[in-house]
C-alpha cells in the first residue's frame, strides 16, 4: 500500500475528499440523490515558501483544514436539511455562532476543567506539584479521561453515529484507492475502518505531546500563566503533532511505529463504524470528483482506467 496525499472528512450524510489540488464533498439528499461540491484549492505553502519547514507546514496545514471543514459542514448541513420545495438555510452567521460556541465548550473541557481540578488535586496530593512533568501528567491525564469520555457519550446519539459510518466509509474507501484497486463499493467493503492518517489519531498525538510541551511551564507556575500556555503553546504541539502522523504514516510497516499508532487506531473504534453500501457509495463518489474520474453529471470518464492503473506505480 502506498501513502497518497488524499485526506478526509465525514460530514452530515456524506463525505468530503481532498487532494493537494481539489477537494470534493458528495451528500445524499432527501430524495436519495447524490448533491457534489467540487472546488479547486491551494495552499498558502505554495505562495510562501518557508511555510514548508517542518513544524510550521503543520500548523497552516491545520488552520486550513479547519477552514475547508467549517465550509463542508455548511454545506452538508445545508444540503441534508433540504426538503422538497424548501428553500431554508443555515445562514454563515448562524454557523459562526455554532463554531464559536463549540470551540468555547471544548477550551472549557479539554483546558480549564482539567488543569483546574489538577490545580485543587495538588494540594491534598502533594507529589503533584513536586515537579512540571507530575502536574502534566495528571492535567493530560485528566484531559484524555475527558476527551475519551465525551467521545463515547456523543457515539451514543444516532445522528452521530451516521457520521460515525460515513467516517468509516471515507477511510474504507481511502484504503481501496492507495491499495490501487477499481474505486467500487465492493472493492472498498474489504478494508478496515481503522486508517493510521485520520484526525483521531492526530488528536490523541496532540494531547499526548502536549504533556511534554506543557512542561515545559514550572508546576508552581500561577494558574494563569498556565492557562495561558496551553493556548500559546498549541500552534508549537499541532506542528510536532502533524510530523509525527506524517513519519508514521510513512514508516506503518515498522513494528515498533505499530506499537506507537496502536492507540489512535483503538480510538477510532469510538469514531468509525460499518458503512452501508449507500455510505460507501457517497465516499466513492466524493473520491472520484476530487481525482476528477468524472465528468459534470456524475457519469464515470475514460480517464478512470488510466487514473487507477497508475495508483500501483505512484
Known amino acids: 500500500m502506498r501513502v497518497s496525499d488524499i485526506g478526509g472528512q465525514a460530514v452530515i450524510e456524506g463525505v468530503m ?35 514548508k519547514f517542518p513544524i510550521l507546514r503543520g500548523v497552516v496545514a491545520l488552520v486550513e483544514t479547519l477552514v475547508l471543514g467549517i465550509k ?3 454545506f452538508s448541513a445545508n444540503v441534508a ?9 443555515i445562514s454563515p452567521v448562524a454557523m459562526f455562532l455554532t463554531i464559536a460556541f463549540a470551540f468555547g ?6 483546558v480549564f476543567l482539567p488543569l483546574g481540578i489538577t490545580q485543587v488535586l495538588k494540594r491534598p496530593l502533594t507529589f503533584i ?8 501528567l495528571v492535567d493530560g491525564l485528566l484531559r484524555i479521561a475527558f476527551f475519551l469520555a465525551y467521545i463515547w457519550g456523543i457515539s451514543m446519539l444516532k445522528d452521530i453515529r451516521r457520521i460515525f459510518e460515513y467516517h468509516g466509509a471515507e477511510h ?16 472498498a467493503k ?17 494531547m499526548v505531546i502536549s504533556i511534554l ?18 493556548i500559546v503553546l498549541v500552534p508549537l504541539i499541532a506542528g510536532l503533532s502533524f510530523e509525527l502522523l506524517k513519519f508514521t504514516a510513512r514508516k506503518v510497516d515498522v513494528p515498533i511505529v505499530r506499537v506507537l499508532i496502536a492507540p489512535g487506531l483503538w480510538l477510532q473504534k469510538l469514531t468509525t463504524r460499518q458503512p452501508s453500501d449507500d455510505q460507501l457509495e457517497v465516499a466513492i463518489r466524493a473520491l472520484k470528483e476530487v481525482l476528477g474520474l468524472t465528468d459534470t453529471s456524475g457519469r464515470e470518464t475514460a480517464a478512470e482506467n488510466q487514473g487507477t492503473a497508475k495508483v500501483g506505480a505512484l
Not at 436539511?81 to 438555510?89: D, I, N, P, T
Not at 465548550?105 to 479539554?110: D, G, K, R, S
Not at 474504507?172 to 472493492?187: H, P, Q, R, S
Open 213 to 230: 510541551v506543557f512542561s515545559l511551564v514550572k508546576g508552581s507556575a500561577p494558574f494563569w500563566m498556565k492557562l495561558a500556555s496551553r
Open 190 to 206: 474489504k478494508y478496515s475502518t481503522l486508517h493510521p492518517r485520520c484526525g483521531t489519531s492526530f488528536l490523541l498525538m496532540v
Open 129 to 136: 506539584g513536586e515537579s512540571s512533568l507530575s502536574f502534566n
Open 81 to 89: 436539511m433540504e426538503e422538497e420545495g424548501s428553500k431554508e438555510q
Open 105 to 110: 465548550m471544548a477550551m472549557l473541557f479539554f
Open 172 to 187: 474504507k474507501t481511502i484504503y481501496a484507492y492507495e491499495n490501487g484497486d477499481e474505486l467500487t463499493v465492493e472493492n
Open 17 to 51: 475528499m481532498r487532494s493537494p489540488k481539489a477537494s470534493a464533498v458528495a451528500v445524499r439528499r432527501y430524495d436519495g440523490e447524490i448533491i457534489v461540491k467540487r472546488d479547486d484549492v491551494g495552499s498558502i505553502r505554495e505562495r510562501y515558501k518557508f511555510l
Open 72 to 74: 463542508t459542514l455548511s
